[in-house]
C-alpha cells in the first residue's frame, strides 16, 4: 500500500524567507501524481502545486516550488518569500495514475510564519 | 461562481440519530469524494463516485452511506452504526480523463459533525 510522510509536524519561517517543507513516499507504481494541498484556520483544503511522476522538471507555481527526487522517493515544498498569508497546514497528498481514485495523504505540516 | 458547497458548516448528532451532509457542485466535475479528517490526521477516504448512480467504498466505508443520484449532488449519511463520528467532513470533485492532468480533486468548505 502506499503511503506518505510528513517528517515535520511543524515548522516556522520569518516573513520575506524561504521554507522548504519535506514529504517522502513509498509506492511500486512507476506513473503517478503528487500534491501539495495547503489547509489555512478555515479549513478548506486548497491545491498549491502538482506534479507528474514521468515529468522530470520541477513544477512552480508562482513563489512556490517543487523538488521532486523520483528515485529517493521525494517531494519537497519550496515557499520563497513566505507571506503571512501562507501560514497554514500543508499535506503532502499521493495519487496512482489510472486505477484507484484515492489520494493518500501525509498527517501534514504546521507552517507559522513571523512577522 | 463555480464552486463546491457543503452545508450545513456545522452539524450535531444526537445517540441513534442519522444526520445527512451535502455537497454540490456546478463545476461539471464527474467525480466526487467524501473525505474525513480528524486531529493530527491527514484525509482518509470514505466513499466515491465517477459517475450518476454508481459509487465505490473506501477506506472507512462503515457506518456511512452515500448516493449519486445527480451529477452535481453526492449526499453523505452518517448512520448510528458510526460510533465515533466527530470529525471534519470534506467533498471533493474531479474531472476525469486525459483532459484532466492528475485528475486533481478540488475541495469543498467542509462540515464539522459533533456528538451531543
Known amino acids: 500500500a502506499q503511503t506518505v510522510t510528513q517528517s515535520q509536524p511543524e515548522m516556522s519561517v520569518q516573513e520575506a524567507e524561504t521554507v522548504t517543507l519535506s514529504c517522502t513516499y513509498d509506492t511500486s507504481e512507476s506513473d503517478y501524481y503528487l500534491f501539495w494541498y495547503k489547509q489555512p484556520p478555515s479549513r478548506q483544503m486548497i491545491l498549491v502545486i502538482r506534479?507528474?511522476?514521468?515529468?522530470?522538471q520541477n513544477a512552480t507555481e508562482n513563489r512556490f516550488s517543487v523538488n521532486f527526487q523520483k528515485a529517493a522517493k521525494s517531494f519537497s515544498l519550496k515557499i520563497s518569500d513566505s507571506q503571512l498569508g501562507d501560514a497554514a497546514m500543508y499535506f503532502c497528498a499521493y495519487r496512482t495514475q489510472g486505477g484507484s481514485e484515492k489520494l493518500v495523504f501525509g498527517k501534514g505540516t504546521k507552517l507559522t510564519v513571523n512577522p | 461562481d463555480g464552486g463546491i458547497t457543503q452545508s450545513p458548516k456545522y452539524l450535531f448528532r444526537k445517540e441513534g440519530q442519522n444526520v445527512t451532509l451535502s455537497c454540490e457542485q456546478n463545476l461539471n466535475h464527474d467525480a466526487m469524494y467524501w473525505y474525513r479528517q480528524d486531529p493530527g490526521q491527514g484525509l482518509r477516504l470514505i466513499y466515491y463516485s465517477q459517475i450518476v448512480n454508481d459509487f465505490q467504498k473506501g477506506d472507512i466505508a462503515e457506518g456511512y452511506s452515500v448516493s449519486r443520484e445527480k451529477k452535481e449532488s453526492f449526499p453523505l449519511t452518517v448512520t448510528s452504526a458510526q460510533k465515533n463520528p466527530t470529525a471534519f467532513y470534506l467533498c471533493a470533485s474531479s474531472l476525469l480523463g486525459s483532459d484532466a492532468p492528475g485528475e486533481t480533486q478540488y475541495f469543498g468548505p467542509g462540515t464539522r459533525l459533533l456528538v451531543l
Open positions: 506534479q507528474e511522476a514521468y515529468k522530470q
